[in-house]
C-alpha cells in the first residue's frame, strides 16, 4: 500500500495518509517540461513585439499551469501590449511541439512512481492540466507516459482554468471522488491557488535546481 507516514524525497513530501483520489498537475510536476514552454514563449512573445524583459523565468513560473491565452491576456495588461491571445498562444503551442519532437522530455521520478503505485493499487488519479489536451497528449508521449493516463482533464473541458477551481473539480467528479478527499500535487502557484479554492489537500513539487 502507499506509505502510511511521510516520505520525503528530493522533490516532494508524501502526505501520511491516503486520499481517495489523487490529481497530478503536468508540466514541472510529472515530466520536467518547464524549460522547454519558457523558450516557446519567448519565442512566440517576441515574435509579437513583446520586450526582451517581458516573461524572464521568475515571471513565467509565477503564470504556472494558467490556459495560454489567459497568460497572454495578463501580460498584456501587466505590460501594456496589444498582443492577440489566440495568435500568441497558438505559435507558442507550435514552437512548443517542434521543441518536445527535437528534444524529448525527462520525467519526475517522484510522482511518476507515485502514480504507478496508485495504479497498482487501484486507486483513483487523473491529470489536471493548464495544457490543451492536444498539447498535454505530445508532451506524455514525448515523456513515454501516455498509456499511464487515462483520465486528463484540460481548460477545453471547464469554464474556468487555474487559478479557478474547475479543473480540479472536474478531475474529481470524473474520478467519483469528493473533492474533499483529493490530493492535488502542484509545482506553481496559480494550481495550487487552485486546489486550496477547490477544497482540496495539495502537495507542492519542488523545482530542479537551476
Known amino acids: 500500500m502507499i506509505p502510511s507516514s511521510p516520505v520525503v524525497t528530493k522533490r516532494i513530501d508524501l502526505p501520511g495518509k ?9 508540466d514541472g510536476t510529472l515530466v520536467e517540461s518547464m524549460p522547454l514552454h519558457h ?7 517576441q515574435n509579437h513585439g513583446a520586450p526582451a524583459d517581458v516573461f524572464q523565468w521568475n515571471e513565467f513560473v509565477a503564470h504556472g499551469g494558467m490556459a495560454a491565452t489567459d497568460i497572454v491576456k495578463d501580460l498584456n495588461s501587466c505590460h501594456e501590449l496589444a498582443m492577440d491571445p489566440p495568435a ?18 525527462d520525467i519526475i521520478p517522484e510522482t511518476v512512481e507515485l502514480v504507478h503505485r496508485l495504479r497498482e ?7 489536471g492540466t493548464g495544457s490543451f489536451m492536444p498539447g498535454a497528449v505530445a508532451t506524455l508521449r514525448a515523456a513515454k507516459l501516455e498509456e499511464l493516463f487515462p483520465l486528463i482533464v484540460t481548460p477545453e473541458d471547464v469554464p474556468h482554468g487555474k487559478p479557478a477551481p474547475d ?4 478531475a474529481a467528479e470524473r474520478m467519483n471522488v469528493p473533492p474533499a478527499e483529493c490530493v492535488v500535487f502542484e ?3 496559480p494550481g ?17 535546481v537551476r
Open 192 to 208: 495550487l491557488r487552485a486546489a486550496a479554492a477547490a477544497g482540496m489537500a495539495c502537495v507542492r513539487v519542488l523545482p530542479a
Open 39 to 45: 523558450r516557446a514563449w519567448r519565442m512566440a512573445l
Open 88 to 105: 500568441v498562444a497558438e505559435e507558442k503551442r507550435a514552437n512548443y511541439a517542434r521543441l518536445l519532437e527535437e528534444e524529448g522530455l
Open 167 to 170: 479543473i480540479f473539480l472536474k
Open 18 to 26: 491516503i486520499f481517495a483520489g489523487y490529481i497530478f498537475d503536468l
Open 187 to 189: 509545482d506553481a502557484e
Open 121 to 127: 493499487q487501484r486507486i483513483p488519479y487523473a491529470i
